[in-house]
């Protein structure tokens, strides 16, 4: 009996996810090739390890069996890896990390360019998504770690807050909205006034903001949003021509405020604030890049208790 690393990998994913199509998009692999790679594996062991229907997959007795030991093959090797790379000295290897929109697009790249600067070995993937996506992505080990923009309870993720951010109410600073004008503040009642260009339902930005609404008895149901973009540049772009108002993070406007093309807008007795947050799989042996990325940004982030500014635009 030959057990191949690879098939068993693919067997572990297939195991996770329950379909060949989505371990095919998650392992890059097409459906055929994945049928195959689980077809000889289930040779070489002369055993049946899924039972198939036409839309899912389910372990039998025997692939049940075989995921307990397949979690424990894959985690020793991926602790073999960590402790030659350790040997030899030299921290190298892939770094995929997963991140929520604000934090890909406005706090990662500056950092992650901090750190290829004293990691030059280490091969960097980030890829943007939303949080469940990326919980899912961190279960199935495509991912090493994951940035999202909330926390979230599960029992098999250990997670750390690496700073507040706060969202706030942004206007046009050239074509000021007639019923905000030049006003530094507005009451939270003149919020049901103005025309919003909002993130689309489900991300982590617009649920705060209703989360936050709500908790101060208003209802985010009431809001005239007049526009819904899933890309935080195109809100930005909208919002600087005067089609509307906006509430992003802070962490997302810093060029702009000093451009002077948006301005805040402070809502009164109010403050939308979230945690971003670090992600990792608890039963998984953190490869060394990885390992040094989650050290390198718990340090950049320590000591802060109160709201964190994000770094500036650029490295």
Same mark, same amino acid.
């Given at each position: ?12 994913? /297939? /195991? ?29 062991? @002369? ?22 030991? /397949? ?40 950092l992650l360019g901090r750190f290829k600067r004293e990691y030059p070995k280490v ?29 979230? /309870? ?28 030049? $006003? ?31 908790? @101060? $008895? ?58 971003? @947050?670090?992600?990792?799989?608890? @039963? ?32």
């Amino acid at each position: 009996m030959i057990m191949n690393l690879d098939q068993l990998k693919v067997f572990h994913v /297939a /195991a996770l996810k329950k379909n060949f199509s989505e371990t095919g998009k998650i392992l890059h692999l097409s459906q055929p090739s994945i049928s195959l790679q689980i077809q000889q594996l289930e040779a070489s062991l @002369n055993t049946k390890l899924f039972e198939r229907t036409t839309k899912t997959i389910r372990l039998t007795d025997s692939g049940k069996l075989l995921f307990d030991y /397949a979690e424990q093959i894959i985690h020793l090797v991926e602790k073999a890896k960590k402790d030659l790379a350790l040997l030899e000295g030299s921290i190298h290897g892939d770094l995929h990390i997963g991140a929520s929109l604000t934090i890909g697009e406005h706090l990662l790249p500056y950092l992650l360019g901090r750190f290829k600067r004293e990691y030059p070995k280490v091969h960097l993937l980030m890829k943007i998504d939303n949080s469940h996506e990326i919980v899912e992505q961190l279960k199935n080990g495509t991912i090493h770690l994951g940035f999202i923009e909330a926390p979230i /309870a599960h029992p098999d993720l250990v997670q750390h807050p690496l700073m507040e951010d706060e969202l706030v109410l942004i206007c046009s600073a050239r074509e000021p909205h007639p019923l905000i004008g030049h $006003r530094d503040s507005i009451a939270a009642h003149e919020l049901f006034s103005l025309p919003f260009i909002m993130r689309e339902r489900g991300s982590g930005t617009r649920q705060v903001m209703e989360e936050s609404l709500r908790s @101060n $008895r208003l209802d985010p149901d009431k809001l005239r949003i007049e526009l819904e973009l899933a890309n935080t540049e195109s809100i930005k772009a909208a919002v600087e021509s005067g089609m509307g108002v906006s509430i992003l993070s802070q962490s997302a406007i810093g060029k702009e405020l000093q451009l002077n093309t948006l301005r805040k807008v402070n809502i009164q007795g109010i403050k939308l604030r979230r945690s971003f @947050n670090v992600l990792y799989e608890k @039963n998984r042996v953190l490869s060394l890049p990885s390992e040094a990325f989650l050290h390198y940004i718990l340090g950049y982030f320590a000591g802060s208790a109160d709201l964190v500014e994000p770094p500036p635009n650029g490295p």
